[in-house]
């Protein structure tokens, strides 16, 4: 079946540093991929997104890479902040008649000053 | 704009009762969404419109209803609440669609979310 997962579900950086945070999707016909950051007790808020004709793509201060061959994605932090700390979501648009975007479990990045 | 709003916040509620979930969004979008996303889990669709008048079921649509009368508002319905449908709900829009085939770009848009305890 289709799923996104993260490869970890926390992730703690000094403020400064560069995050990466990984994500892994099984369905190879999915054709768009979209990041979100959700602080505590608010809803998701888009980051950036990337078609699946496109290995890369770069926003403010956020950059996502796609690696289809092994279907990976990632999302890369630059000069992390400590408003960047918040759980970050990768969900995939499968293929699948009926679905909206399918979401990974998450990853808990906290930053420290 | 307000962007997208949600009422209650927050609600408890005893096993078997009904409430229904408000949802509201100003930017005239077409497709709107409920999702719930249970502790440390993703978000999951539960249902879907395209439009008003345009209903369709999610990934786990069991235990709710929807309905969707005009383009601003898509409250979400619990007839006969149980404990697995405590979880935190949030509605969605967007301007393009969401869906399986559909718009390049979809930026969906979330509501503050309705953390619900089924007891």
């Known amino acids: 079946g289709e799923s996104v997962g993260l490869h970890l579900p926390t992730l703690s950086v000094q403020e400064g540093d560069n995050s990466i945070i990984n994500c892994a999707y099984s369905?190879?016909?999915?054709?768009?991929f979209i990041w979100y950051k959700q602080e505590s007790g608010k809803g998701p808020q888009f980051i950036i997104d990337?078609?699946?004709?496109?290995d890369k793509r770069q926003g403010q201060r956020v950059t996502v890479l796609l690696n289809k061959t092994v279907k990976h994605l990632s999302l890369q932090i630059a000069a992390t902040q400590p408003g960047d700390s918040a759980v970050y979501f990768c969900?995939?648009?499968?293929?699948?008649?009926?679905?909206?975007?399918?979401f990974g479990k998450g990853t808990t990045l906290s930053v420290s000053s | 704009n307000a962007g997208v709003t949600q009422t209650p916040k927050f609600r408890i509620l005893k096993i078997g009762q009904s409430m229904t979930l408000q949802c509201t969004q100003d930017?005239?979008?077409?497709?709107m969404y409920w999702y719930r996303q249970d502790p440390g889990m993703g978000l999951k669709l539960i249902y879907y419109?395209?439009?008003?008048?345009?209903?369709d079921k999610g990934e786990v649509p069991n235990g709710y209803n929807v309905s969707r009368s005009t383009t601003e508002d898509f409250p979400l319905r619990l007839e006969l609440a149980a404990p697995s449908q405590t979880s935190v709900y949030f509605c969605?829009?967007?301007?393009?669609?969401?869906?399986?085939?559909?718009?390049?770009?979809?930026?969906?848009?979330f509501g503050p979310g309705t953390r619900l305890t089924v007891l």
């Open positions: 969605a829009s967007s301007s393009t669609s969401g869906l399986a085939g559909g718009s390049s770009y979809n930026e969906q848009f």
């Open positions: 369905n190879s016909a999915s054709d768009y």
């Open positions: 990337i078609r699946s004709n496109m």
């Open positions: 969900a995939e648009r499968s293929n699948q008649a009926g679905t909206a975007l399918i």
């Open positions: 930017m005239n979008h077409n497709y």
């Open positions: 419109s395209v439009g008003a008048g345009i209903t």
